[in-house]
T-cell receptor
Framework: KAGVTQTPRYLIKTRGQQVTLSCSPI?????VSWYQQTPGQGLQFLFE???????NKGNFPGRFSGRQFSNSRSEMNVSTLELGDSALYLC??????????????FGEGSRLTVL | AQSVAQPEDQVNVAEGNPLTVKCTYS??????LFWYVQYPNRGLQFLLK??????LVKGSYGFEAEFNKSQTSFHLKKPSALVSDSALYFC??????????????FGSGTRLQVQP
């Protein structure tokens, strides 16, 4: 079974631009979560989607948004990029039916560098 | 609110020796607890979880963790460390009390260095 796939793996943007990151969960997984990982702040929760609905949201500004499609694939978008948005963005999916007890299966991440 | 503390930024251990990576948590209800490992330039890999039942949980690659409710701890252990265990380890918690679904909260991570 294929794992969580994130694209692109690496990207470089300049301040003020916007970026869209994509995540394809493991087949059969309907919950998708996004995390931002930086050396200073560690792993911070961005949002979680289930059946195309945002179920939970972390403490990030409105420049960060996401969505989930009917096939469970998810995208996140960051507009008006700032230098501090440079990070590894991790997507994770959870098997259906496990609820809060389900572990997250992570992708390799998308490393964003903002210049 | 839920939180996780990993008090050690780095743990050094010689190959063949036992290792412990510490984790304490704070939740208002009952916790679901998880350990993940991250190798350089990779995503996180699930190691093990505590949901309920036996306080000693066994996971992947010979790792185990002990849940201690009175000390609110969930330390990761391995009887004999390997050089290949060198990586970044994260403890995570989800509070299952109250209403609504809470996201998984991660600790700051502990870098494990196993010397040959």
């Amino acid at each position: 079974k294929a794992g969580v796939t994130q694209t692109p793996r690496y990207l470089i943007k300049t301040r003020g631009q916007q970026v869209t990151l994509s995540c394809s969960p493991i087949s059969g997984h309907r919950s998708v979560s996004w995390y931002q990982q930086t050396p200073g702040q560690g792993l911070q929760f961005l949002f979680e989607y289930f059946s195309e609905t945002q179920r939970n949201k972390g403490n990030f500004p409105g420049r960060f948004s996401g969505r989930q499609f009917s096939n469970s694939r998810s995208e996140m978008n960051v507009s008006t990029l700032e230098l501090g948005d440079s990070a590894l963005y991790l997507c994770a999916s959870t098997p259906a039916g496990q609820g809060a007890a389900g572990e997250l299966f992570f992708g390799e991440g998308s490393r964003l560098t903002v210049l | 609110a839920q939180s996780v503390a990993q008090p050690e930024d780095q743990v050094n251990v010689a190959e063949g020796n036992p290792l412990t990576v510490k984790c304490t948590y704070s939740v208002s209800g009952n916790p679901y607890l998880f350990w993940y490992v991250q190798y350089p330039n990779r995503g996180l890999q699930f190691l093990l979880k505590y949901i309920t039942g036996d306080n000693l949980v066994k996971g992947s690659y010979g790792f185990e963790a002990e849940f201690n409710k009175s000390q609110t701890s969930f330390h990761l252990k391995k009887p004999s460390a390997l050089v290949s265990d060198s990586a970044l380890y994260f403890c995570a918690v989800r509070d299952i009390g109250g209403t609504g679904r809470r996201a998984l909260t991660f600790g700051s991570g502990t870098r494990l260095q196993v010397q040959p």
